[in-house]
């Protein structure tokens, strides 16, 4: 696996594992500062949506195999382009909730990187294809 991906899995196991921890343990916190207000229940599911989601983030790291890898990796472009677009609608809908313009930027900015990183995981491929023939 090339380094950008490598280190942005490594970020996204970090950033779910703390979000994870928030969501399960300090609800009302982390819904305070949501958009959607305090929804304990809500935010106990995303928590645990999170750690389903750590196995399958760690295992791709922790054994190459590039078919799964860009299975992950499709999943994670198609996921941030749609947690972007809904934070995207909601500052549209409201244009002082500038955390929902943020966290549109911050998840398009995840897309742009995991599709470099895909590209470059997927011509290293093809290279070395080409090696073995």
């Given at each position: 696996m090339n380094k950008l991906l490598r280190v942005m899995f490594i970020i996204l196991i970090v950033a779910m594992t703390g979000a994870a921890?928030?969501?399960?343990?300090?609800?009302?916190?982390?819904?305070?500062?949501?958009?959607?207000?305090?929804?304990?229940?809500?935010?106990?599911?995303?928590?645990?949506?999170?750690?389903?989601?750590?196995?399958?983030?760690?295992?791709?790291?922790?054994?190459?195999?590039?078919?799964?890898?860009?299975?992950v990796v499709i999943s994670l472009i198609v996921g941030g382009l749609g947690f972007g677009t809904n934070h995207l609608l909601g500052f549209i809908e409201?244009?002082?909730?500038?955390?929902?313009?943020?966290?549109?930027i911050e998840n398009y900015l995840l897309v742009l990187f995991w599709v470099i990183g895909l590209r470059i995981e997927s011509s290293k491929n093809r290279l070395g294809k080409k090696a073995l023939q």
């Open positions: 921890i928030m969501q399960l343990f300090f609800p009302e916190i982390t819904g305070a500062n949501s958009e959607y207000g305090i929804a304990t229940g809500w935010q106990r599911e995303i928590g645990f949506w999170n750690l389903a989601i750590l196995p399958i983030l760690i295992g791709v790291n922790l054994k190459y195999d590039y078919y799964f890898l860009r299975i409201d244009g002082s909730k500038t955390i929902s313009l943020i966290g549109a």
